[in-house]
Nanobody
C-alpha cells in the first residue's frame, strides 16, 4: 500500500524559505511509472501544481513559481523535498505531495502559514 506523508514547519516568516519533505512508503522513487509532485491549496482557492520530479531526477516547475522553487529527492530515504524561497503571506496554503502515474496517491496535506 502506497502512502505519502508530508513533514515540515507549519509557520514560516516572510522572506524566509519554506522547506517540506515527503516520505514515500510502499513505492519506489526509482519507478519510471510515476511523477512526484508538490501541490498546494491556498485558503478559499483551488489546487495549484507547483512542480514535480521524475524517476531520473528531472524536475519541472510551474512557470509562476519557477524562480522561487526547488524540488529534490533522496532515493536512499525514498523522500522528495520542496524548497520555496522568499515566501510571502500569499504562500499560505495546505501543501500536498502527490505520486501520479499508474496510480494517484496523495499525502494528507500540511498547513503552512506565512506570517511574522
Amino acid at each position: 500500500q502506497v502512502q505519502l506523508q508530508e513533514s515540515g514547519p507549519g509557520l514560516v516568516k516572510p522572506s524566509q524559505t519554506l522547506s517540506l519533505t515527503c516520505t514515500v512508503s510502499g513505492g519506489s522513487m526509482t519507478s519510471s511509472d510515476y511523477v512526484w509532485s508538490w501541490i498546494r491549496q491556498p485558503p478559499g482557492k483551488g489546487l495549484e501544481w507547483m512542480g514535480g520530479i521524475t524517476y531520473d531526477g528531472t524536475t519541472y516547475y510551474s512557470p509562476s513559481l519557477k524562480i522561487r522553487t526547488a524540488i529534490s529527492r533522496d532515493t536512499s530515504k525514498n523522500q522528495f523535498s520542496l524548497q520555496l524561497n522568499s515566501v510571502i503571506p500569499e504562500d499560505t496554503a495546505v501543501y500536498y505531495c502527490n505520486m501520479f502515474g499508474s496510480g494517484n496517491y496523495w499525502g494528507q496535506g500540511t498547513q503552512v502559514t506565512v506570517s511574522s
